[in-house]
């Protein structure tokens, strides 16, 4: 095991598919000689020069779909934007073209591109640069979308995303760049899309978080641990698609569930999640299912009202306390 | 200073506020070419294979406009009919192995992309045996085999694809180019401008053409863009024409051209070729926003009589043999409908297929 920083796997995981594959080829604002926003694709002009790590234009629509049509001609583009929320501006060429271009050419062509970069908030942004798109990208068929929570994940399954023969919204966040973790040192690595992780045991209540919720979930798991409560960790890592066994093998185990999800609340992740577990896993719950999302209002500035939007820890806690009836 | 009391207006009024008895022209044509076959490399073969492959394409969408009125089948159906020497001349002039994508209007370029009427017509039907097995319908057409990437159904959406698949030949250094086709609407769509800016910024071998056929939709040029069209290049330093699209021999002269020109410096052009739709917008539309005495000027320059009408003063063919492709045209287009009505429709297990290239994933399938 190697201990790496998120944005290092990232990079990891790039330079290793595009020294393997030469059509892999990555675009985006400031990827190349300003070496990444976020530094993920430091050196990676050094090494494979200007046709393979292009700089675009402030033009996420355009360079969104001539991505999507250069992967219609067999290349395999990583799209990089500098976060999901400038993405908003390439919906029409992720949700109308990239998904949906090969059934609607009953099968004739096909999308193998990776459109990847930060989701969420990134701390005291405003309103437009603190949305989680996961859940969004999630309702559509055809996409694929990823958001791990630790250098290993990201390392593993963005190899399998620059791999898969259909479109990924593979997302990262801004606040994890810098976080350290082990990462495998396997040749190769490569994590299968649509597998959740458990990430604690636990036997007393089940948390699903990924992305950045997972380490909410993680903190607020430790304070629980302190009174005695143990919390089983799932990562689903994949949201879609989504691995629903994991975690209804989970809630048969401990019969009560927490989901704690970074975009808002109707029809998300959580919402989804939830439905699942009552038909599936009914007779199993011992309290309805609880839900930690941001709220139904924008992202505020101000730092006090900021942090009254962002999950937190302590709002796990109370969910957990809810559905444990402590 | 007068105190009169004017009319707020946006956009500029139609017909409505025509009461001097003029035909308002959408679109000025300019002069086609006075080349004849011979000059532009043409041998008389082709110019027979230009008229079959165009009276091809006006009388698959005769045809389709019939059964749709009689209710053999739904949806959109957005014909071509004026247009054909646009796909005609141009496919001509570009190699076989070049790229070609459309928006919506798409059958004629279809079917000058190798796909039969037959697939066609039963893919305008919804049939499993349509050319995008029913998944499609009549705005995505595609036969990749003989690189035509489609009809696309979002105005001005697939422009990106096409600088995309220029990019991608750039990027694979095959000497191909790509050429991508739209209406006068999608020019007022942002995603044009984008394209047209990164195209030449990065030099990719791609043409981008308006073909401007006087409406987006019902609102007729002069009433939804500024300025001339084919100026926008301008701003962009782009090489740019402007050309009579009612005339094969001049889209073919200059595509020709133009094609030339992007396989030698892989540098983009910007071209809009002049046109006029004789039908609406789709079938539903009433054609309030025209004159019949316009559209009348213009069929008086229709494309296919103009090039059976040099066929016959050249004495390429007699009236006997043209008689003879009208004949097998005709066939061949009642044939097409007779396999498109007695094709089966899919499976209901075809509902999940074509979703993926790799392995599928249906989230919560019932």
Redesign the interface.
Same mark, same amino acid.
């Given at each position: 095991m190697a201990v790496l920083q998120f944005r290092e796997a990232i990079r990891e995981a790039l330079d290793e598919e595009m020294e393997r594959d030469e059509n892999v080829?990555i675009m985006g604002e400031e990827v190349a000689e300003y070496n990444g926003a976020y530094k993920v694709s430091e050196g990676l002009l050094d090494k494979y020069g200007f $046709?393979r790590v @292009?700089d675009?234009?402030i033009?996420e629509? /355009?360079?969104? /779909? @001539?991505?999507?049509? #250069?992967?219609?001609?067999?290349?395999r583009p990583v799209v990089e934007f500098m976060t999901f929320n400038f993405a908003v501006l390439a919906a029409? =060429?992720i949700l109308?073209?990239a998904s949906k271009?090969?059934?609607?050419?009953? /099968? =004739? #062509?096909?999308v193998?591109i990776v459109f990847r970069g930060p989701n969420g908030s990134a701390g005291q942004l405003a309103a437009t640069h603190s949305v989680a798109y996961d859940s969004m990208y999630a309702q559509f068929? /055809?996409l694929?979308v990823i958001y791990p929570s630790e250098p290993d994940d990201a390392k593993g399954l963005l190899k399998s995303a620059i791999r898969?023969?259909?479109p990924v919204i593979f997302m990262e966040s801004e606040q994890m760049y810098g976080l350290r973790g082990e990462v495998s040192e396997e040749e190769d690595y490569l994590i299968p899309i649509?597998k959740a992780k458990v990430k604690r045991e636990g036997s007393d209540v089940t948390i699903v978080a990924t992305g950045k919720m997972y380490h909410i979930a993680k903190q607020a798991a430790d304070q629980l641990s302190k009174d005695g409560v143990e919390a089983e960790i799932i990562d689903p890592r994949t949201i $879609?698609?989504?691995d629903i066994e994991t975690v209804v093998k989970s809630v048969k185990k401990t019969n009560r569930c927490v989901i704690v999800d970074e975009s808002h609340p109707f029809g998300g992740l959580a919402s989804e999640v939830g439905f699942?577990i009552q038909r599936e896993a009914f007779d199993y719950l011992d309290a309805p299912v609880q839900r930690v999302t941001l709220p139904d209002v924008c992202a505020p500035f101000s730092k006090p009202l900021f942090d009254l939007w962002l999950p937190d820890a302590k709002r796990v806690i109370e969910a957990v306390n809810t559905v444990a009836y402590r | 200073m007068a105190n009169k009391k004017q009319e707020t207006v946006f956009t500029p009024i139609g017909l409505s506020s025509d009461n001097t008895g003029k035909v308002e022209i959408s679109v000025d044509l300019p002069e086609p070419t006075v080349k004849n076959h011979k000059d532009l490399g043409l041998s008389e073969e082709d110019v027979v294979v230009m008229f079959e492959q165009m009276y091809l394409q006006r009388r698959f969408e005769e045809r389709a406009m019939q059964m749709y009125q009689k209710g053999k089948f739904g949806g959109f159906l957005h014909l071509y009919i004026g247009q054909e020497a646009i796909s005609t001349g141009t496919v001509f002039a570009l190699d076989d192995e070049d790229?070609i +994508?459309t928006a919506y209007r798409d059958h004629g370029w279809g079917l000058v992309r190798g796909i039969s009427a037959k697939s066609g017509m039963a893919e305008l039907y919804g049939k499993a045996t349509?050319?995008? &097995? %029913? &998944?499609?319908g009549s705005m995505?057409f595609?036969?990749?085999e003989q690189n035509f990437? %489609?009809g696309?159904? +979002?105005v001005g959406?697939? +422009?990106?694809?096409? %600088?995309?698949?220029?990019?991608?030949?750039k990027?694979?250094g095959n000497n191909k180019i790509s050429a991508t086709f739209f209406g006068d609407g999608a020019v007022d769509q %942002?995603?044009l401008?984008?394209?047209l800016? *990164?195209s030449q910024?990065?030099k990719l071998p791609a043409i981008y053409v308006v073909e401007n056929n006087g409406y987006s939709m019902g609102t007729s040029v002069r009433r939804h863009t500024v300025g001339e069209i084919y100026e926008r290049a301008k701003g962009y330093g782009m090489k740019h024409a402007v050309f009579n699209g009612m005339d094969a021999f001049t889209v073919y002269e200059n595509m020709k051209k133009i094609a030339d020109d992007v396989r030698e410096t892989s540098e983009p052009w910007f071209v809009e070729i002049r046109t006029y739709r004789y039908r609406g917008h789709s079938m539903s539309d009433p054609q309030k926003y025209r004159t019949k005495d316009e559209l009348e000027a213009y069929q008086k320059n229709d494309p296919i009589e103009r090039i059976k009408k040099y066929i016959l003063e050249e004495k390429i063919l007699t009236n006997d043999e043209v008689d003879e492709i009208i004949q097998r045209v005709e066939q061949e287009v009642l044939d097409a409908v007779d396999f498109a009505e007695e094709s089966p429709f899919p499976e209901p297990e075809a509902l999940y297929?074509? *979703?993926?290239?790799?392995t599928p994933? +249906?989230?919560?399938k019932q």
């Open positions: 080829f $046709k @292009i675009t234009p033009s629509l /355009g360079f969104a /779909g @001539i991505g999507v049509g #250069a992967a219609m001609k067999g290349l029409d =060429q109308n073209h271009v090969r059934y609607m050419l009953g /099968g =004739q #062509a096909s193998p068929p /055809g694929s898969n023969e259909d649509g $879609k698609p989504f699942l | 790229d +994508i349509g050319c995008s &097995k %029913g &998944k499609g995505h595609v036969n990749t990437w %489609g696309h159904g +979002i959406g697939h +422009i990106p694809l096409g %600088g995309g698949l220029a990019f991608a030949n990027y694979n %942002g995603v401008h984008e394209t800016n *990164m910024l990065w297929e074509d *979703m993926f290239a790799g994933f +249906i989230h919560d």
